[in-house]
């Protein structure tokens, strides 16, 4: 390496074996350099949470900002990030067209707001696909689609709509700039569920062939990954300004943590928790593993669009290691324990399961909170977390007053700590949609549309 100018996407490679740098400023320019090919940075993650909320501590108190507002009981562990969150409520997202299989309907619908068609992958680009094309040029990887498992039922829609969020589909420039989307023969974006797997992609290449070969003797050899490209690492340390080195070593922690975990993680073939009770937890430790993932691979600027499934539509995973579910006893499925009916016992049940969940959550959003990005600032700062459910309330399985999530600040475009209320209609014409909130969120990554899926026909304030 004879240049002292390293572009955003420059690797230390060795042995085969490459680890890509976080955004460092110190090395983007020199007093010659051109301006960054890509705009400003401005990540996306949409976070999918199986199985509906329990909407009966799930909707916030109050609405404007900062002390008008407070979060619901069910987002009690997110206390702490309240000055990071917006929280939107009131839209309705295909109850009009609500029938049988409403799980399908809803995870097919969740980005693509446009209802599936059943048993044929048949609908519009989701919207982090949109968003990935208009940054294609800024990450290594255009987008990342993650998950836990793979078992998401038909629900009369077919697996193709309970599996997947991320969807390619037909798109058209219009005369006048903007972009439409419309329904059209469409390619769900399977998700890698394994993180041994994700792990590779990310930081040993995406090569089937020779990359993959080449991690998997590393790992029989129990050579870091890291290890191998120490030989690099006082060539960095003479380029880089004190802020940068802290960034480096940031990243370098994290990525021996990961290879420390990965070989305990079960990725057994059906990804579901084994059943004996000494790895009860390992969807717990899997979940986990996948957070600290994307979160590596937001700072390292490997892709800047993520798409993450806690579960599958419809997934009725054993939930009972989680302790205060397996203290009640009985079923412990996370779908069927959903459909309380009411029952109290049921429904208590239900309740800390989605208590667990947001807890997860939260400790994700915590983590993007404390890493550093290439400003200084907390990466959370120029992401946007957007997260979740295929249906409002898991019991009445509906699709109207359905919450949605944000966390980050976009780079200023949102204004965070805040509750955005829109007024619930049962007239179509008059309630608000997530088609409309996908128009304004689009707009703010580059892409003018007017309109989107089924029923997004107007940008709605909910940024500011």
């Known amino acids: 390496m004879t240049s002292g100018r390293l572009?955003?996407?420059?690797?230390?490679?060795?042995?085969?074996?490459?680890?890509?740098?976080?955004?460092l400023p110190s090395l983007m320019h020199t007093p010659n350099a051109a301006a960054a090919p890509c705009g400003p940075?401005?990540?996306?993650v949409a976070y999918m949470f199986p199985n509906g909320h329990h909407m009966p501590e799930h909707m916030a108190s109050g609405t404007g900002s900062g002390s008008q507002w407070s979060l619901p009981p069910m987002l009690a562990s997110m206390k702490d990030l309240k000055s990071e969150l917006v929280f939107v409520s009131g839209l309705e997202n295909q109850?009009?067209?609500?029938?049988?299989?409403?799980?399908?309907?809803?995870?097919?619908?969740?980005?693509?707001?446009?209802?599936?068609?059943?048993?044929k992958p048949f609908t519009s680009m989701s919207v982090d696909q949109v968003i990935a094309d208009a940054q294609a040029d800024c990450g290594q990887i255009h987008s990342l689609q993650l998950g836990t498992h793979d078992q998401g039922p038909a629900d009369q829609f077919g697996t193709y709509y309970t599996r997947n969020i991320s969807w390619r589909g037909p798109s058209i420039k219009n005369g006048d700039g903007s972009m439409s989307f419309p329904a059209g023969d469409a390619t769900p974006?399977?998700?890698?569920?394994?993180?041994?797997?994700?792990?590779?992609?990310?930081?040993?290449?995406?090569?089937?062939?020779?990359?993959?070969?080449?991690?998997?003797?590393r790992r029989a050899l129990k050579k870091s990954v890291l290890d191998a490209v120490v030989p690099h690492q006082g060539w960095l340390e003479r380029r880089l300004n004190a802020a940068d080195r802290v960034k480096v070593d940031e990243l370098f922690t994290g990525i021996r943590e990961l290879e420390r975990d990965l070989m305990s993680v079960d990725t057994g073939?059906?990804?579901?928790?084994?059943?004996?009770?000494?790895?009860?937890?390992?969807f717990a430790k899997k979940l986990d593993y996948m957070h600290t993932l994307m979160a590596v691979a937001l700072q390292c600027d490997i892709t800047r669009v993520i798409t993450f499934m806690?579960?599958?539509?419809?997934?009725?995973?054993?939930?009972?290691?989680?302790?205060?579910?397996?203290?009640?006893?009985?079923?412990?499925?996370?779908?069927?324990?959903?459909?309380?009916?009411?029952?109290?016992?049921?429904?208590d049940k239900?309740?800390?399961?989605?208590?667990?969940?947001?807890?997860?959550?939260?400790a994700f959003l915590r983590r993007l909170s404390k890493l550093t990005d290439f400003d200084g600032q907390p990466l959370l700062d120029n992401t946007l977390v957007w997260i979740s459910s295929e249906i409002a309330d898991g019991n009445r399985h509906n699709h109207d007053d359905k919450p949605?999530?944000?966390?980050?600040?976009?780079?200023?475009?949102?204004?965070?700590?805040?509750?955005?209320?829109?007024?619930?209609?049962?007239?179509?014409e008059k309630v608000k949609t997530y088609g409309d909130f996908f128009i304004t969120l689009l707009d703010m990554y580059g892409v003018r549309v007017n309109e989107f899926g089924n029923d997004g026909k107007e940008a709605i304030v909910w940024q500011k």
């Open 350 to 362: 239900f309740r800390v399961m989605v208590l667990w969940k947001m807890e997860q959550i939260a």
């Open 404 to 428: 949605i999530l944000l966390a980050g600040r976009l780079g200023g475009l949102v204004t965070p700590d805040r509750h955005v209320r829109f007024p619930t209609s049962r007239d179509p």
């Open 269 to 282: 073939p059906s990804c579901t928790p084994p059943s004996e009770p000494t790895d009860i937890d390992s």
């Open 41 to 44: 940075v401005r990540r996306f």
């Open 189 to 217: 974006l399977g998700k890698e569920i394994d993180p041994r797997r994700a792990f590779d992609r990310l930081f040993a290449g995406s090569d089937t062939g020779e990359s993959a070969a080449q991690a998997e003797m």
């Open 7 to 23: 572009s955003r996407r420059r690797f230390l490679a060795s042995a085969g074996l490459t680890i890509s740098l976080p955004l």
């Open 95 to 119: 109850e009009r067209r609500k029938e049988f299989g409403d799980h399908a309907i809803g995870c097919g619908a969740l980005l693509t707001a446009r209802k599936p068609t059943k048993n």
């Open 310 to 347: 806690m579960g599958d539509a419809l997934s009725n995973r054993d939930l009972s290691f989680i302790p205060d579910v397996a203290s009640r006893g009985g079923d412990a499925g996370d779908h069927s324990v959903s459909h309380h009916s009411g029952r109290d016992d049921l429904e």
